[in-house]
């Protein structure tokens, strides 16, 4: 009886790396394993256990993720590449994934954060994608469509952006924002989220010395280079 469910299960995995779907794996209380591509039968569950077989294995979206998305970034106006990279970093397309600080879901939306864009359930895959694409266009316009202090804000918080005038010293943030980045085809380096370059003044004395500095002259007359 055991071979024939690893059959099955292995068979079943197949034909998801085919199809790029997703795939519930659920044990019963009898110890049997029902496997569906329905994930809405436990959404609803509370905590409910299953172990999801994400798509980040595939570079593929599952298709009906992917037509959301599509719609999703037509109505606000959000690169369907930044919310598809976003959505694989967070959690792979996992409906049921949840983070050691709390955040749940696809987008892995915070309570706070979703309650502020009427999410309700954050485990029901169509609020959360929608949520999270709110979220990124608020921080996009926030920032001024800065892509690196957006996924930092994201990631870590805009108080941590606020704080450190930029990507703060996380690993995991700085690691983020790689991800994203690679996943949206774009260049990824140590350089991709510096902080902005320091001006330089270039002028001369009442004395007729020239000065380089990061800072200013004293005196408001003096004729003035910046360089940055």
């Known amino acids: 009886m055991k071979i024939r469910s690893l059959i099955l299960l292995i068979t079943l995995l197949f034909l998801h790396f085919i199809v790029s779907g997703e795939i519930i794996v659920r044990q019963n209380k009898d110890g049997s394993i029902s496997l569906t591509n329905s994930p809405g039968v436990y959404r609803n569950s509370g905590k409910p256990a299953v172990k999801y077989l994400s798509s980040s294995f595939s570079t593929s979206v599952p298709y009906n993720y992917h037509m959301k998305i599509k719609d999703l970034s037509k109505k606000h106006g959000v690169s369907e590449s930044l919310i598809i990279a976003v959505a694989r970093a967070e959690s792979g397309f996992n409906t049921f994934a949840k983070s050691k600080k709390g955040a749940v879901g696809i987008m892995q939306l915070m309570k706070k954060t979703a309650k502020g864009y009427g999410v309700s ?108």
């Open 121 to 228: 359930n954050r485990y029901n895959a169509d609020q959360n994608l929608e949520g999270g694409v709110k979220h990124l266009k608020y921080l996009l316009n926030r920032y001024n469509n800065d892509l690196t202090k957006t996924l930092a804000a994201y990631n870590a918080g805009e108080e941590a952006v606020k704080k450190y005038k930029g990507v703060p010293p996380y690993r995991e943030t700085k690691n983020y924002i790689r991800k994203v980045r690679k996943f949206m085809g774009l260049p990824v380096s140590s350089t991709s989220y510096a902080r902005a370059k320091t001006k330089i003044f270039k002028y001369k004395t009442q004395n007729g010395r020239l000065m380089i500095s990061d800072s200013p002259p004293v005196n408001s007359d003096t004729k003035v280079e910046i360089f940055d």
